[in-house]
Structure formats: C-alpha cells, structure tokens
C-alpha cells in the first residue's frame, strides 16, 4: 500500500517537474519575444522618423522627377542631335542651332523642351562634370559640351585641339594605361593591335587632313562575332576585340578641311578656344591669385557636394533594393504570433543604418548647397572686379596669335601665354579683403601683361632679323666661316638690350594699345 502510495507521489512529482520545465520554457520565449519586441519598437522608432524626413524628399524628387519627364523626349532628342552634328561648330553657331530646334520642336513637333536648356547641364550631370575638370579640363561652357559630345558619341572622336588642352586632359583621364603615339609613327598599327586585344585607350596625335586608310576598320567598327569571340580584321591579321579598347584622335590644325568621307567615319569635335571660352579661364586664374581663399572654398564646396550626391544615390539604391527584398506581410505584421515568428522588415537593421545615414547626407548636402550660395555670390562679385584683366589679356592673346598672318615666325603657345600671365600677376600683391578700389593695381597688372608679351614677341622679332643678316653675310662671304658665328655672339646682349628697350618704349597701356592698333 506503501509503495503504490509513493508511485503515485512519483507520478505527481514528475507532472510537477514537466510543468515547471513548460513554464520555464515558456518564461524564455516570453522573454525572448519581449526582447525582440523592444528591439522592433525602437527600430520602429528609428524607421518611422527616417522614412518621415525621406518621405519630404522623395515626394519633392517625385515631383520634381515628373516635371522633367515631360521634357525628356525633347531633351533627347536635341541632346543626340547636338552630339552628332555639332562638335564643329562654334558655340554661337551652337547655341543658335540649339534655339532654331528648339523652336521647331515646340511648334512643328509638339513636343516640350526647356526654356533654359543646355547641353553642359541638362545632358550630363554635375558630379561628373566636376571629376572632368579636377582632371584638368577647363573650366568653361565650350570645353564641356566638347567633353559631352566626346563622352556619349558613337564614333571615335577627332579632336581638333591646337592649343593641346584636350590631350593633357584625356592623359590625366585615361591615366598610365593611355597609349600615346604620332600619326607618321612606324610602330603605329603594332601599338593599336596590342591595345585592341588589351582593351587600352590609344591617342594618336598630329593628324594631318587625311587620314590612313588602314585605320578604316577601326573607325568604321567593323567588328566580326565568332562563336563567343569579337574579332576585327586589320590588314592581313585578325585581332580580337576587347569592348574597354577606345580611340582618341588629335590634330593641332587650327582650321582643317577634311573630305566629307571623314565625317563619316569620325565626330569632329572643335576643341579651338574661343574668346569667351579664353576670359573664363583667365578670369579663373586671377580671382584663383588674388582670392585664392574664395575659389578654393567654392572648389571644396563644389566636389563634397558633388561627392555626397554619389553617396546619396548609392544609399538610396541600397534601401530601395533592401526594401523591395524583405518580405513582409501586412497581414502577419497585424498577428503578434505570427509577426513574431517570422522575419519582418522591422528586423532588419541594415535598412535602418542605410535610412539613417541618408537622411543625415540629405541634411549635409542642403547645408553645402546653402553654403555654396552664399559663395558664389562672393565669388562673382569678386569676378567682377577683375573682369577687365580676363577681356584685355584674352584681347591680347588673340592680337598676338593673328601676327603669325605678318610673319609665320610668329608662333605663340597658349601655355606661353599662361606663364606670361601668371608671372605677370605674381609680381604684384594680393588685393585685401576690405580694398574696395584696386583699379589702379588692375590697370598695372594689364600694363604688365601688354609689355611682357610684347616684349618676347619683340626679341623674336629681332631674332628673325638677326637670321636674315646672317644669311645675306654668309652668302656674300661664304668661304669665311669665323665671320659667320659673329652675329650670334651678340644676339643675346641685342635681344635683351631691344627687349627693354621696346618695354620702355610704352609708357602706359594706353601707348600700347595704340601702338597694336
């Protein structure tokens, strides 16, 4: 009786045991689930206050995306005709193309395009345009469109580019892996087959007004598919294709005439600078020297925003994707059983992180854009005060290039002239911050500038004369040759002797002005 008694006291005792280790698992999944749920409700938090700031500032992207949907066909459409046919053109004769197929598209066609458009700033955008001129590509409306055209053709470039600032600028884009060659170069169709199997940027340079017939295949893309491979025939040998391999051609030709057939096959693009183009630069280059803390302000301002725009769109792109990824059911959100037990987008701290940090780069980016303003307005005031340096030095430049039309012994570089110009205006100091009329240093920086180049072109100019007096002394003496090295024992004491002479001569830039004219 006894042990029956104690069996069933047994048989409670484990009843007991297997419902204290029910409830003791039971407490840990409360406990579990309580942690979760306080996890959840703080990434609920977060994610609610995120995605109220992100709903503002898609909503206005939203509008803002629908508005220019309307334009985009026009958009495209003058955008790839500009690419096609215009890289030749001058920007005057650009910009009055542009506004003639504006006009016929809004009225003929129907369709919408900006009033304000532009090639420069609605084709591509601003962050890489920013990279192209921390790349040395100037920093002008002209060279831009060049590069535009440059970037999204389908034909191989043809650069006209006399004062080479295209070339530098293609070096620094393409970096060490460019191959650099000369048109007359032996080597050349060796050069372009290893950069065709290698997929490498080629610069082939110093075009003339024909092109190699060689370079036909090249130029007109006739690429073979076999099989998985990508084969263009060169002559007699059969190169494998790489897609990354690219082609820039160059001619320092100032005004080149090339058969119709070359249109075809190539994009001219006219990199020549104008004088507009030319006062931007300079314009740069003196407000860069003589408030150097504005231009460098405006530069860092320009590429962090251009940088955090990178950054913005690639946490947007990360957020999107994660959202669209996560699954979640409305319904088992609404259920605490179920939303419990399966995986919901408020467990999910990755998409909280990336949220986060994108509303807290929208705000930097507002606060930069604001900053940069302010700016700009400094910085075009400053402009202003030295825009008669830019028009008279460009001014200047184009008077002394069109002396080679007296005499072709008159050739002068744009880089020549760049390091006139700024030594020009390193010899004078940096205007103050509170110096409100610097007219008088402004019109000695120009005075400067004008005696300089006049100068050197002066000690050419003697030079040419010293040449021709040594022709006619060897010709009437021949057979003496100790006379004949006397004219260039005295040329460099004759050269800097008329030099400071003819500096001296001009008094003001007003006697300059009119001894040019």
């Not at 920007?91 to 197929?101: A, F, H, I, P």
């Not at 701290?349 to 980016?365: E, G, H, P």
Request: net charge negative; proline share 3%.
């Amino acid at each position: 009786k006894k042990e029956s008694m104690l069996e069933k006291i047994s048989k409670h005792l484990d009843n007991f045991k297997s419902k204290f280790d029910e409830s003791m698992r039971e407490r840990s999944a409360l406990e579990s689930r309580k942690e979760l749920m306080k996890a959840r409700m703080i990434r609920a938090t977060e994610l609610t206050e995120a995605l109220d700031t992100e709903k503002l500032r898609w909503s206005k992207q939203y509008d803002e995306l629908q508005q220019q949907s309307q334009y985009l066909i026009g958009i495209c459409l003058i955008g790839s005709g500009a690419v096609n046919y215009l890289g030749a053109m001058t920007l005057d004769y650009r910009n009055k193309l542009v506004d003639e197929w504006k006009q016929y598209i809004t009225n003929e066609i129907g369709l919408r395009v900006l009033s304000t458009f532009e090639i420069a700033k609605d084709v591509v955008k601003a962050d890489l345009v920013r990279q192209w001129i921390a790349l040395k590509l100037p920093d002008d409306q002209y060279s831009i469109e060049n590069a535009v055209y440059l970037k999204y053709s389908l034909k191989w470039p043809l650069i006209i580019d006399p004062q080479n600032q295209v070339t530098s600028w293609i070096k620094e884009m393409e970096g060490p892996s460019l191959k650099m060659c000369k048109a007359d170069d032996p080597l050349l169709l060796r050069t372009i087959e290893q950069a065709i199997r290698l997929g490498q940027p080629v610069l082939i340079e110093n075009l003339g007004e024909y092109l190699d017939p060689i370079l036909d295949p090249i130029l007109r893309k006739q690429i073979l598919t076999r099989g998985a491979q990508k084969i263009m025939r060169l002559g007699d040998v059969e190169v494998e294709y790489n897609e990354a391999f690219k082609l820039y051609l160059t001619t320092s030709l100032p005004n080149p005439h090339y058969l119709p057939s070359t249109f075809i096959k190539v994009n001219l693009i006219n990199f020549t600078i104008t004088f507009k183009c030319l006062y931007e630069q300079f314009l740069s280059l003196v407000v860069l020297k003589e408030r150097p803390e504005l231009e460098k302000e405006r530069s860092q301002l320009l590429d962090s925003i251009a940088r955090d725009f990178g950054t913005l769109r690639e946490l947007e792109d990360r957020s999107l994707d994660i959202l669209s990824n996560t699954e979640t059911d409305v319904n088992s959100l609404m259920s605490s059983s179920s939303s419990l037990d399966s995986r919901s987008i408020l467990d999910d701290q990755n998409l909280v992180d990336v949220l986060k940090q994108s509303k807290k780069t929208s705000k930097d980016i507002a606060f930069r854009l604001k900053r940069n303003e302010e700016t700009e307005k400094s910085l075009n005031t400053a402009r202003q005060k030295y825009s008669d340096i830019a028009i008279r030095a460009s001014i200047l430049y184009f008077t002394i290039q069109n002396l080679s039309l007296l005499n072709i012994m008159y050739q002068f570089s744009l880089s020549w002239f760049y390091n006139v110009f700024q030594s020009c205006l390193g010899n004078f100091r940096s205007a103050s911050a509170d110096d409100d009329d610097n007219e008088a240093e402004r019109d000695d920086i120009v005075s400067n500038i004008a005696k300089s180049a006049h100068a050197s072109s002066m000690v050419i100019s003697q030079m040419g004369q010293l040449n021709e007096l040594e022709r006619e002394a060897s010709s009437k003496r021949p057979n003496q040759s100790a006379s004949s090295k006397r004219p260039n024992q005295s040329a460099s004491s004759f050269n800097s002797a008329s030099g400071e002479q003819q500096v001296n001569k001009f008094n003001s830039e007003s006697e300059f002005e009119v001894y040019i004219k």
